[in-house]
């Protein structure tokens, strides 16, 4: 069974009520793949001619307007907070809960991104604990994953990758919510992008540890993505790539071009 191809959108602290209004709009008019979304609803109403292939799509904008894009996002494509907390409700001060986002909607979650791991200091633990309770409270999980550029350069990087999934391996052992997104950190918010060969490399080891650590059928179904200053310009040739499933995409998805990345896959 062929992996559907899956396109994240992480807004990061971007955005105010007028231009996540104008991303909305624009992605409610794009010319989209007509199964986007299949797997979790039938696109209701079809407001342009639609390319054919298949693809998933998630947008992550600031947790501020969660339900604005949910709101207002057409059938089809749905909506990320990008952090959760791991517990259910208490005195947690600026978090957000598995259970209001499910209250609100709001279907997935990104967790482990690189920016939340060295700045905000969250660890493999936390981040596997994070994971647990979003999937046990009903929430897909993109979890990202990815090496410093001195990791890399010291040939570091499938040891730091395997290190950072062992820990969710300790926690859970169903992976059918998970999207794996394997993101070099030197590559995100630099320009920079790894080269088709570096990608494919770390995804076919990504899903060479699932089908050893975990089952053949996690290996064969677990859809692996790439993030990095992915752009209109690169995402067509990635895209070809055997374990490269689809995208989390960074600032381009704040621009009209995400459309293209959406479609690289047709």
């Given at each position: ?142 979890l990202c994953c990815g090496e ?46 790894a080269t088709t060969e570096q ?13 050893k650590e975990v089952s053949a ?50």
């Open positions: 069974m062929a992996r559907q191809f899956f396109v994240g959108g992480n807004f990061k602290m971007n955005g105010s009520v007028k231009t996540i209004t104008e991303i909305v709009e624009n992605l409610n008019n794009a010319k989209l793949d007509p199964n986007v979304g299949k797997c979790l609803r039938v696109l209701a109403n079809s407001r342009s001619q639609l390319m054919s292939s298949h693809v998933e799509v998630v947008v992550a904008p600031p947790a501020l307007y969660l339900l604005l894009a949910r709101e207002h996002l057409r059938s089809g494509i749905e909506v990320a907070s990008q952090n959760v907390f791991d517990k259910p409700n208490g005195a947690f001060t600026g978090e957000i809960s598995v259970q209001q986002l499910k209250d609100s909607n709001i279907t997935w979650t990104l967790l482990g991104h690189s920016e939340r791991r060295v700045v905000l200091q969250e660890d493999d633990a936390f981040v596997a604990s994070k994971t647990q309770a979003s999937l046990e409270g009903g929430l897909g999980v993109i410093s550029l001195e990791q890399r350069e010291a040939g570091k990087t499938i040891d730091v990758v395997y290190a950072q999934l062992r820990a969710i391996a300790a926690r859970i052992s169903d992976w059918s919510k998970i999207v794996i997104a394997y993101e070099p950190i030197w590559a995100i918010g630099t320009g920079k992008v990608a494919q490399e770390v995804h076919a080891a990504i899903r060479q540890w699932l089908g059928e996690a290996a064969e179904q677990t859809r692996i993505i790439y993030g990095g200053s992915v752009s209109e310009k690169n995402s067509r040739e990635l895209a070809k790539q055997a374990d490269i499933d689809g995208f989390l995409v960074g600032g381009a998805s704040l621009k009209p071009a995400f459309v293209d990345i959406i479609n690289s896959n047709v």
